[in-house]
């Protein structure tokens, strides 16, 4: 590995400015920032390094922002793509369209125009479930998918219960209309304060600088409702997934969670759970990790990543 970071020329972009990222051996690498319409709404997007392309999908609370401590170490060896989802950070968030299909459909029309083939899909929380929609309805394309900390909706819903309930509250919080807005409206650095202290193993993983991210990301106008609206999917979502639930997922396929948050790791087998979607699957619990594992650990998500991409060309 040499370290040199390359940027692709890329077509069809709107360019902003460059941010940097510091990688955890302590170099610091520029990541250019470009939109693109696609599938009808604008999307904002990461492009860095140069090679076989792995495509990054933050969940929620969260933004591409989740990824700064993985998108230097892949793109010594992969080009990375990361995208806010529809409805999250710089991208579009409209009223409709945030059924998993077709945020899966947002991702394929941004490689389309991006003229991008084969990719190894990365999904964390509400990203696993695009990337997961995005594999089914597009087995060609995925050569390899990590699915980070989560349960599929499917699943959830068929093990609702008062414990499920508890644990995941928000999802049925979060799918009333209008109220939650109402609620969060001035208060979003109490709202995301909950979720970042409640979900990490460690509750200060999630401070100053980053927190702050994540705050101004949410008060921009109609964030939050974006994010409800993902959630008020679901039952859609149920419907879509139950449809080819008896269908499991081809490629190589790695699920990673923390082993304390007990949403996920402490309310499901996830490694049966898993098994039950992939027919190729490795499961990596992490300890001492809640619900964030690429903010939390990121060197064991990192050395996880690389090792399970190793041998891949891109085809």
């Known amino acids: 590995m040499t370290g040199r970071l390359f940027f692709a020329p890329l077509r069809h972009r709107v360019d902003t400015a460059d941010s940097f990222i510091t990688h955890q051996a302590g170099t610091i690498m520029a990541v250019r920032h470009h939109t693109l319409k696609a599938n009808g709404i604008r999307q904002h997007y990461i492009d860095a390094g140069a090679g076989p392309v792995v495509v990054l999908l933050h969940g929620f609370p969260e933004t591409n922002y989740a990824w700064r401590h993985q998108i230097p170490v892949l793109a010594e060896r992969y080009r990375v793509i990361a995208p806010d989802l529809r409805g999250y950070g710089k991208s579009d968030k409209p009223a409709t369209g945030y059924d998993k299909r077709t ?62 309930a508890k644990s995941y509250w928000f999802f049925l919080f979060h799918q009333v209309l209008d109220l939650p807005e109402a609620l969060i ?5 109490i709202w995301l304060r909950h979720f970042f202290t409640d979900w990490c193993y460690d509750p200060q993983t999630i401070r100053n600088n980053d927190f702050d991210a994540y705050v101004e990301a ?55 759970v898993w098994r039950g979607m992939a027919e190729n ?15 939390e650990q990121p060197e064991i998500v990192n050395r996880l990543l690389v090792d399970f ?3 891949w060309e891109g085809v």
């Open 281 to 295: 699957l490795r499961a990596e619990p992490i300890a001492q990790c809640g619900h964030l594992p690429q903010e």
């Open 103 to 164: 945020m899966a459909a947002d991702l394929s029309a941004l490689l389309d125009s991006l003229d991008i083939g084969p990719i190894a899909l990365v999904g964390h929380d509400r990203g696993a479930r695009v990337a997961t929609r995005f594999t089914k309805d597009n087995p060609d394309r995925v050569k390899r998918l990590v699915v980070m900390d989560n349960v599929p909706t499917r699943i959830v819903a068929q093990s609702m219960n008062a414990h499920i």
């Open 185 to 189: 409206a001035g208060r979003e650095d």
């Open 218 to 272: 949410y008060k921009a106008p109609g964030a939050v409702r974006g994010a409800m609206a993902d959630y008020r999917a679901a039952p859609e979502d149920v419907r879509q997934d139950e449809v080819d639930a008896d269908i499991k997922i081809r490629c190589p396929t790695m699920s990673i969670w923390g082993e304390d948050f007990e949403a996920v790791g402490g309310s499901f087998d996830m490694a049966a």
């Open 309 to 311: 991409l190793a041998g």
